[in-house]
């Protein structure tokens, strides 16, 4: 198998740089796979938690991630990532389509100074960068209530530059790029879409705090509003309606993290707000977990806590009431009932097991509330890195 | 209870001074340059910086290529616990983060304290560790860890 990846690898080599046939090529892979089974209110009401319904399934969790590099020359390389995930909407075989999640060639400026161009995960949170590679994170994956945006990666540049400021290590990534992404019936582009983070390491803690923002279009929700949106533009004049209609629409979003890894003892927590200019998505969406790990040698047992917040969008403001309170009823609870939607809150036990080098066993109880409807979740997976 | 005799004390003052005369052999794990890099010493942090992939040079702007010790060597164990204070699976956790966003690959590992001083004794810019008792003329010891 690792063999064949590595053919694979040079011949990719070779069809793009045929004089560079013998430069070093670096092949790593990550595989997770795993398995579960969720109960309670919401997969009694047909729901799923993480992809899992009442019955044992395995398919959910597992992954699996290809990166080839080559240098290019002094300070130019080519990296590429390629990633098949049990996860990913679609029918039977289309789920373990395969993603580029990376895809770009970077220029070292100096040993400060890196420049990216291509396809590259956005650095919208603490664990962005190796989302996929389990073996990385305690979890058997990051708290969904934070990790919620339903893309990952940007089609952009980036400039990323690191330094010492003293004992600190600092690194600024500064972005701009788009998006387009979603599910076959939801959706959407992203364009204008900028950011920067700025990560600062001091031995055992790292501080971060990220700022991004893009102008938004949802395709397949605007259709969904369609009906209200003229509805309203139909009574109350013209532009009424303009909150149904996501169409370039101006969201920014904010992030905050530290990381404490004080001997054995580990403490991680996150807090992001997402902002939005018009509705009928939430205008403000508020999301943080907390995390605690202790390692007993090869176990390290740990608890999580996240929870997330919206606050409905204000669709009616400005709107005269006597006209057509129907339809303002209407519109209110399509707003609140997207709002709701996103709220919930999870506790997280589990255990980490370093069974091996370069593999780890996983087992998680999740006990999640969702729109204010129960569920749990007992999960397994096991992480290696190649 | 029983009362200790000079007896009963003496076996277990042969082990323990055993014990130290082992530890005394095992003096300490140097931390080894070629010649070339004209460095005279270095600290902790510089070392946790070049051999977690957080500069690729000395703090004097030469270029550095560090390289380990083979897994389940002595003086990995050492210098890893000492120095960059993380066991083997911090390690390969922490390396997994930036393999896998482009932003970097571990030392290679080069085998045992003789490999070691062989090859940082022949190639330029290179750093390594090898138990203090096995430093010679052809390397430059800039620090030891105890």
């Known amino acids: 198998m690792a063999r064949s990846l590595k053919k694979m690898g040079l011949l990719f080599a070779t069809c793009l740089f045929p004089t560079l046939v013998f430069a070093q090529v ?40 290809i990166q080839i590099s080559s240098p290019l020359g002094d300070n130019l390389s080519a990296t590429g990532q390629i990633v098949a995930d049990g996860l990913t909407e679609g029918e039977g075989d289309e789920k373990y389509d395969a993603e580029v999640s990376w ?13 990216r161009v291509g396809r590259f995960r956005a650095p919208l949170y603490l664990y962005s960068d190796y989302l996929d590679v389990g073996y990385a994170y305690h979890w058997i994956r990051p708290p969904g209530e934070v990790y919620s945006l339903p893309f990952s990666s940007v089609d952009g540049i980036d400039v990323v530059y690191n330094s010492f400021l003293g004992d600190w290590d600092s690194t600024v990534q500064v972005y701009a790029g788009s998006v387009d992404d979603g599910t076959d019936d939801n959706e959407f582009e992203m364009r204008n879409f900028v950011g920067v983070a700025w990560t600062l ?22 259709e969904q509003f369609e009906t209200l949106a003229t509805g309203l533009d139909a009574v109350f004049g013209a532009g009424a309606g303009d909150d149904f209609n996501i169409t370039e629409e101006h969201f920014y979003f904010i992030e905050f993290a530290a990381k404490a890894e004080v001997g054995d003892l580990l403490f991680v927590s996150e807090y992001t707000s997402l902002n939005a200019d018009s509705g009928p998505l939430s205008e403000e969406s508020e999301s943080w977990y907390a995390s605690v790990a202790y390692r007993f040698g090869a176990f390290t047992p740990h608890f999580t806590y ?10 009616t403001s400005g709107l005269p009431t006597g006209v057509n309170d129907g339809l303002l009823a209407t519109a ?47 999960n397994f997976v096991f992480d290696i890195v190649f | ?52 992939g957080k500069t690729k040079n000395f703090p004097n702007g030469t270029s550095a290529v560090p390289v380990n010790q083979n897994v389940g060597e002595a003086a990995r164990d050492t210098f890893n616990a000492k120095v960059l204070n993380k066991d083997e699976a911090q390690l390969k956790s922490y390396w997994s983060r930036l393999i896998f966003t482009g932003k970097g690959t571990p030392p290679k590992d080069e085998g045992n304290d003789d490999a070691v001083k062989n090859l940082v004794a022949n190639n330029p810019n290179t750093i390594g560790y090898i138990d203090s008792s096995k430093v010679d003329g052809s390397v430059k010891s800039v620090l030891t860890i105890d």
Do not use: C
């Open chain 1, 26 to 65: 670096t092949i790593n892979g990550f595989v997770s796979a795993g398995g579960g089974t969720a109960d309670g209110d919401i997969v009694d009401a047909g729901g799923n938690i993480d992809g899992y319904d009442d019955d044992w399934t395995f398919s959910a969790d597992n992954i699996l991630g």
């Open chain 1, 103 to 115: 895809a770009y060639i970077s220029y070292t400026f100096n040993d400060q100074v890196t420049g």
């Open chain 1, 201 to 222: 390491g001091y031995d055992w803690l790292t501080l971060r705090a990220s700022y991004h923002e893009a102008d938004l279009t949802f395709i397949d929700l605007n």
């Open chain 1, 306 to 315: 996240s929870e997330t917040n919206n606050d409905p969008f204000p669709v």
């Open chain 1, 332 to 378: 209110n609870a399509t707003a609140e009932g997207v709002a709701a939607n996103g709220d919930g809150e999870t506790s997280i036990l589990g255990v980490r097991w370093d069974f091996a080098p370069s593999a780890a066993f996983k087992l998680e109880y999740h006990d999640v509330e969702a729109n204010e409807v129960d569920g749990d979740l007992i």
């Open chain 2, 1 to 52: 209870m029983t009362t200790f005799s000079f007896k009963t004390i003496k076996p277990l003052l042969i082990v323990l001074s055993m014990a130290f005369i082992t530890n005394l052999s095992h003096a300490g794990v140097a931390i080894i340059v070629n010649p070339g890099v004209g460095i005279d010493s270095i600290t902790d942090k510089d070392l946790q910086r070049i051999f977690l």
